[in-house]
């Protein structure tokens, strides 16, 4: 199975801040990656596909760039509603697999 | 209102099986791929399998961690996906997510819309 790593596990930021989240992949997945968030008690939602494209309705303060191995989330200005945990995701190919988490706090 | 509503979990004994329902609307149900994603208590994200559309023969894969004992299956007349599981261990406790997959159409493999999650309780 592939296997997706985050960093960091967890950090705090202030509103307003430049946030950036990377995800390494064990091997090659081209752009078969996703992002999702997910606040605590709620299911995940889909930010971003295909590595840097953004899904219908998710604010443009979020980017995503990467291919290969290495991708990362960038939240350009972070707002009180993005304090969440996000993950990554590969659908390169079975079993799908999802990075541990990148939990989000505020400072 | 396109949405995913997951139904049917619960406290069941080690060994035991439960079966999960999931039903959809708002959308072509029969056109979608559709997973189960599961999340154990302060955990993070675990797929769980996938059953492809009719048009792909109804095919399934599944996670190492629950091949052989969980199946997924699907009514496309009743909008619904199942999740059978049985010999269920402690480790299987998690809350139990239905995601919708891609249709003939779709750009990307990624899960677009969720479901709110049931819980399923792996104890004695």
């Known amino acids: 199975a592939i296997r997706m790593t985050q960093s960091p596990s967890s950090f705090s930021a202030s509103t307003g801040d430049r946030v950036t989240i990377t995800c390494r992949a064990s091997q090659d997945i081209g752009s078969y990656l996703a992002w999702y968030q997910q606040k605590p008690g709620k299911a995940p939602k889909l930010l971003i596909y295909?590595?840097?494209t953004l899904q219908s309705g998710v604010p443009s303060r979020f980017s995503g760039i990467g291919s290969g191995t290495d991708f990362t989330l960038t939240i350009s200005c972070l707002q009180s509603e993005d304090f969440a945990t996000y993950y990554c995701q590969q659908y390169y190919n079975y079993p799908r697999t999802f990075g541990q988490g990148t939990k989000v706090e505020i400072k | 209102e396109v949405q995913l509503v997951e139904s049917g979990g619960g406290l069941v004994q080690p060994g035991g099986s439960l079966r999960l329902s999931c039903a959809a609307s708002g959308f072509i149900f029969s056109d979608h791929y559709i997973d189960w994603v599961r999340q154990a208590p302060g955990k993070g994200l675990e797929w769980v399998g996938r059953i492809r559309n009719k048009a792909n023969g109804y095919t399934t894969e599944y996670a190492a961690s629950v091949k052989g004992r969980f199946t997924i299956s699907r009514d496309d007349s009743k909008n619904s996906l199942y999740l059978q599981m049985n010999s269920l261990k402690t480790d299987d406790t998690a809350v139990y997510y239905c995601?919708?997959?891609?249709?003939?159409?779709?750009?990307?493999?990624?899960?677009?819309?969720w479901g709110q999650g049931t819980m399923v309780t792996v104890s004695s």
């Open positions: 295909a590595a840097s």
């Open positions: 995601a919708r997959g891609p249709n003939s159409v779709s750009t990307h493999d990624a899960f677009d819309i």
